[in-house]
C-alpha cells in the first residue's frame, strides 16, 4: 500500500484566463433554452452551493443516497454551467450530503418516467457531464461514501480524487446489473480515466470496490479520513489553481475529453437510447 498522498495548502495567485473551447461554446448556445425549460417549475433544489475562501463547494443533498432523478440532474447541470460562467477562484470541491457521495441514476423514479422522461434523462446526463468538464478551474471530487454508476462517474469527470478513508465505501459501475446502459457521456469518460483491463472489469462484472483498492489502482489520488476531507479537499483545490498554468494544461490534456462529450451532447448522440425503454 502506497502512503497516503500529502494535501497542502498553499496562497492562490491569480490564474490566467484560457479561453473556452469553440466546441464547448457552441455546446452552451445549443442547449441554453433547454435548460432554462428543464428548471421552469422546478421544485426542489438539490446542490448545495457555498463558498469557502473562493472555493466553490457543491453538495448533491438528496437523501437518503443522493440518487440522481430529473430535477438532481438538472440541479448539477446548472451548478455546473454557473461555475464555468462565474468562475471561482480557487477552483471546485464536489461532494455528497450524508455518508454517501452519490448512487447514481435513481431506478425507483426511472421506472416511474415516460419513455419520453426517461430519453430525456439520458440526455441530460451527457449535458451534466459536458457542464462538468467545461468547468476550467480544478475540480475536486471529496467522495464521502458510495460512489456507484453514474454518481462514480461524477467523480472521474473530476480532476483529483479524494475519499474517506472508509473500507464499506463501494465504488463502481453496476449498470449491467441494474439493467440499464451507458449514455454516451459518461461512457466517454469512462473510457478516458479508467485502463481498458479495470473497465472491462467493472463494466461487465458489475463489481465494486473500496477505496483503499481503488487508491491502489490509482483511480484515487488520495485517502483521508471523513473528518477531514472537506477541508483537504478544499485545501488541494486551492493549491491546484495557484499553479499559474493550471488552466491551459488543463485544456491540453483533459480539453479533448470535454470537447468530445460537448459534442455528443450537443448532437444528442445516444446510440442506445432505445435500450432505455
Excluded at 430535477?71 to 455528497?96: Q, R, Y
Excluded at 415516460?114 to 430525456?120: F, N
Excluded at 453496476?174 to 449514455?183: K, L, R, V
Excluded at 478544499?234 to 462529450?261: E, N, T
Aim: with cysteine.
Amino acid at each position: 500500500m502506497k502512503e497516503y498522498a500529502k494535501l497542502g495548502c498553499e496562497s492562490a495567485s491569480d490564474a490566467s484566463r484560457e479561453p473556452i473551447s469553440p466546441t464547448i461554446v457552441r455546446f452552451f448556445a445549443a442547449i441554453n433554452d433547454e435548460v432554462s425549460l428543464l428548471f421552469w417549475g422546478l421544485s426542489e433544489m438539490t446542490v448545495i452551493t457555498s463558498k469557502i475562501d473562493e472555493t466553490l463547494l457543491l453538495t448533491i443533498d438528496r437523501p437518503p443516497v443522493n440518487a440522481l432523478d430529473l430535477d438532481a440532474i438538472a440541479a448539477l447541470e446548472h451548478a455546473f454551467a454557473a461555475a464555468t460562467g462565474d468562475v471561482p477562484p480557487n477552483g471546485v470541491v464536489l461532494t455528497g450530503g450524508g455518508q454517501v457521495f452519490s448512487a447514481g441514476v435513481d431506478t425507483r423514479a426511472c421506472a416511474s418516467y415516460s419513455r419520453d422522461q426517461r430519453h430525456a434523462m439520458v440526455r441530460a446526463i451527457t449535458r451534466m457531464v459536458a457542464r462538468l468538464l467545461a468547468i476550467p478551474v480544478p475540480v475536486v471530487a471529496a467522495i464521502n461514501g458510495h460512489a456507484l454508476g453514474d454518481g462514480f462517474v461524477l467523480a472521474l469527470a473530476c480532476d483529483y480524487r479524494i475519499a474517506a478513508d472508509n473500507e464499506a465505501a463501494k465504488l463502481g459501475m453496476t449498470e449491467a446489473q441494474a439493467g440499464i446502459p451507458f449514455p454516451a457521456g459518461p461512457l466517454e469518460v469512462m473510457r478516458h480515466e479508467l485502463s481498458p483491463e479495470l473497465l472491462r472489469r467493472l463494466t461487465l462484472t458489475s463489481a465494486v470496490l473500496n477505496t483503499r483498492e481503488l487508491l491502489e489502482a490509482r483511480i484515487l489520488d488520495a485517502l483521508c479520513t471523513v473528518e477531514d476531507l472537506n477541508s483537504k479537499s478544499i485545501a488541494f483545490a486551492k493549491s491546484l489553481a495557484a499553479q499559474p498554468g493550471f488552466r491551459a494544461v488543463k485544456r491540453q490534456i483533459r480539453g479533448g475529453l470535454a470537447d468530445r462529450v460537448a459534442d455528443l451532447a450537443s448532437a444528442d448522440q445516444e446510440a442506445f437510447l432505445d435500450e432505455f425503454g
